[in-house]
């Protein structure tokens, strides 16, 4: 299994420019998981799906962020307009929870996102 | 609700010193518990795990033994090596499927 796959591994932007980040979690997982690291805040979940349906996405910052599930192995987050406080690490993860009920996350390798 | 406080780091010792990491949690019922690991610029990686109530997980060395008493899932290892110079983080889920991850801490090893 080539396990999650993100894309693009880096982005380098300016203000106020459209940003959309891509993750293709593994096949057969029912949950994906969309999390933001930064120094100063550690490690945080913005949004999760479970079955293409997004369940929680208290943790989304703002209106400017936004994700979609269109099928089961394919996700977007979109950051429109983008601002430098934006700037961080977005990893994609994706378990089988609900079915095989391993609960374990496995994570992408992340997008090293920067707006200038 | 549910989550996890560990040790603030940076952790640092030398090689084939004894390290404990110390994790604690809040949970309703009997959650999975976890360790993982980060590496430089790369995502988490799942350490090791306890299904349930004084189950050990061990892994490379490092083991987690899960205690409700204490609610307690320190991380340990007898000799570290400078390759284990990553950061850690203790993690459980909610009855959601959605994990609560501890802070983080940073290990240091020096030769």
Redesign the interface.
């Known amino acids: 299994d080539a396990g ?1 796959i993100q894309s693009p591994r880096h982005e380098v932007t300016e203000m106020g420019q459209e940003v959309t980040l891509r993750c293709k979690p593994i096949s057969g997982h029912d ?1 994906l ?1 969309w999390y933001r690291q930064t120094m100063m805040r ?2 945080e ?1 913005l949004i ?1 799906f ?1 079955n293409n349906v997004p ?2 996405d208290s943790g989304m910052p703002e209106d400017r962020f936004s994700a979609k599930m269109p099928n089961a192995s394919f996700s977007t987050l979109k950051i429109q307009p983008s601002e430098p406080r934006d700037s961080a690490v977005y ?1 994609c ?1 994706s ?1 089988s ?2 079915t095989a009920k391993t ?8 997008t090293r996102l920067t707006v200038l | 609700g549910d989550s996890v406080t560990q040790m603030e780091g940076p952790v640092t010792l030398s090689e084939e010193a004894f390290l404990t990491i110390n994790c604690t949690y809040t949970a309703t019922g009997y959650p ?1 518990l ?1 360790w993982y690991v980060q590496y430089p ?6 350490l090791l ?1 306890a299904t349930k109530a004084d189950d050990k997980g061990s892994n490379k060395g490092f083991e987690a033994t899960y205690r409700k008493e204490t609610t307690s899932f320190h991380l340990e290892k007898g000799s570290v090596q400078v390759s284990d110079s990553v950061v850690y ?1 203790c993690a459980l ?1 909610d009855s ?4 609560q ?1 501890g ?2 801490t940073q290990v240091v090893v020096t030769p």
Do not use: T
């Not at chain 1, 609960?103 to 992340?110: A, L, V």
């Not at chain 2, 959601?96 to 994990?99: A, E, N, V």
């Open positions: 999650v949950y998981f550690g490690l979940l999760y479970n369940i929680d990893f993860a378990s929870y609900g609960d374990e996350q496995f994570f992408g390798p992340g | 999975s976890f610029g790369e995502g988490l990686q799942l795990k983080f889920p959601w499927g959605k994990l991850f802070a983080g």
